[in-house]
T-cell receptor
Framework: QKEVEQDPGPLSVPEGAIVSLNCTYS??????FMWYRQYSRKGPELLMY????GNKEDGRFTAQVDKSSKYISLFIRDSQPSDSATYLC???????????FGTGTSLTVIP | DSGVTQTPKHLITATGQRVTLRCSPR?????VYWYQQSLDQGLQFLIQ???????AKGNILERFSAQQFPDLHSELNLSSLELGDSALYFC???????????????FGEGSRLTVL
């Protein structure tokens, strides 16, 4: 079993839709949770960062962490064509140096 | 622009050859991570250095090696290259290591390696 599971998609939605991206994980020691956005042929860029459980909102983006279910989500409201990218979840434990990434979900927002 | 610089951006070479990928971390970042990304494998962690010392090792092949220099730039050496080594190689940097790391990794644009 992989440490982090993420549905690869692809996901295709119309402009303006609400997008939900999800990851599950198996290691209960994970404390830091991140979402990265990767445009084609570019490096991943940090989109959202959350420590432990709870919600965090930044503009059209909301990150949720449910540690009891070992489940994290990223919601994108009023999706735009510029949101078309691959979204990777990542997480790490409080101790240790290794980040664990999901395989990424490819999202296309159709104008 | 993340502030992490990787060279070369593209590299085409033959099987059996050796290449060196270079990474300059963001100013002030002490940790450097190397990742391999291929279509079917996602981001695979290779190795991490902190202030010149190796701190963590992932799925790095024995044919691969890395080091971090006193000026904090890092190099990833890939030798006896095989077709399957064709991938995007990313370098990422962060300020701190271990428990003090808040989790922000900053990635470079990657080096695309094609082995023919």
């Amino acid at each position: 079993q992989k440490e982090v599971e993420q549905d690869p998609g692809p996901l295709s939605v119309p402009e303006g839709a609400i997008v939900s991206l999800n990851c599950t994980y198996s290691n209960s020691a994970f404390q830091y949770f991140m979402w990265y956005r990767q445009y084609s042929r570019k490096g991943p860029e940090l989109l959202m960062y959350t420590y432990s459980s709870g919600n965090k909102e930044d503009g059209r983006f909301t990150a949720q962490v449910d540690k009891s279910s070992k489940y994290i989500s990223l919601f994108i409201r009023d999706s735009q064509p510029s949101d078309s990218a691959t979204y990777l979840c990542a997480m790490r434990a409080r101790a240790g140096n290794q980040f664990y990434f999901g395989t990424g979900t490819s999202l296309t927002v159709i104008p | 622009d993340s502030g992490v610089t990787q060279t070369p951006k593209h590299l085409i070479t033959a099987t059996g050859q050796r290449v060196t990928l270079r990474c300059s971390p963001r100013s002030g970042d002490l940790s450097v991570y190397w990742y391999q990304q291929s279509l079917d494998q996602g981001l695979q962690f290779l190795i991490q250095y902190y202030n010149g010392e190796e701190r963590a090792k992932g799925n790095i092949l024995e044919r691969f090696s890395a080091q971090q220099f006193p000026d904090l730039h890092s190099e990833l050496n890939l030798s006896s290259l095989e077709l399957g080594d064709s991938a995007l190689y990313f370098c990422a940097s962060s300020v701190e290591s271990g428990a003090a790391n808040t989790g922000e990794l900053f990635f470079g644009e990657g080096s695309r390696l094609t082995v023919l």
